[in-house]
């Protein structure tokens, strides 16, 4: 089976950065996705790891470490339109399926 | 324009009404894939599919059916729905290769109240 875990809400200043976390239990692992959900509407793709370390996207990054389990999402020059909730989900390794296990999501709430 | 699309976007009904929710892709993914969402719990699969005629159930199949008939389309049948499958629903694909992204595509959602 697999848990994932990351905080339920988190609350940051336009401008500032802020670090989500993701830690994750899975018997097998086969890549890590991110993706940002506004309310009401369908989440959308940021980024995928399956390798050790920073991956780079503009103003957000995703980092990997597949020894610890853990994973963050990182948001800089944060803007109100980031106001959303980030979801990490983890792709297993089993039996040749490729589907992915989503965490519950923690919202994030940019202020003036 | 590569897209999932996903119908109705909302609907009430009664329980114990029929209903079937269809979702079509045009990108000629091979994965499609059933979600519930509901205040914290997050996204939970109901079933999925890794090709025509090949289904499974996800985390919480109780109370639906579907059927992978065609590669591009993949309803999901409430038989006779009850107000615990209130929510709001999402539909999703991806090409299922070995390499590479491999990203979830997701439709609108389909908001679903059952009185």
């Known amino acids: 089976g697999q848990n994932i875990d990351q905080p339920t809400e988190m609350t940051a200043t336009e401008g500032a950065i802020v670090q989500i976390n993701c830690t994750y239990q899975?018997?097998?692992?086969?890549?890590l996705f991110w993706y940002q959900q506004h309310a009401g509407e369908a989440p959308t793709f940021l980024s995928y790891n399956v390798l050790d370390g920073l991956e780079e996207k503009g103003r957000f990054s995703s980092f990997l470490s597949r020894s610890k389990g853990y994973s963050y999402l990182l948001l800089k020059e944060l803007q109100m339109k980031d106001s959303a909730s980030y979801l990490c989900a983890v792709r297993p390794l089993s039996g040749g399926s490729y589907i992915p296990t989503f965490g519950r999501g923690t919202s994030l709430i940019v202020h003036p | 324009e590569a897209q999932v699309t996903q119908n109705p976007r909302y609907l009430i009904t009664v329980t114990g009404k029929k209903l079937t929710v269809t979702c079509s892709q045009n990108?000629?993914?091979?994965?499609m894939s059933w979600y519930r969402q509901d205040p914290g719990l997050g996204l939970r699969q109901i079933y999925y599919?890794?090709?025509?005629?090949?289904?499974d159930k996800g985390d919480v199949p109780e109370g639906y059916k579907v059927s992978r008939k065609e590669k591009r389309n993949f309803p999901l049948i409430l038989e006779s729905p009850s107000p615990n499958q209130t929510s709001l629903y999402f539909c999703?694909?991806?090409?299922?290769?070995?390499?590479?992204?491999?990203?979830?595509?997701f439709g609108e959602g389909s908001r679903l109240t059952v009185l």
């Open positions: 999703a694909s991806s090409l299922r290769r070995l390499a590479g992204d491999r990203e979830l595509f």
């Open positions: 899975t018997s097998g692992f086969n890549g």
């Open positions: 990108m000629n993914h091979e994965y």
């Open positions: 599919s890794m090709n025509v005629e090949v289904t």
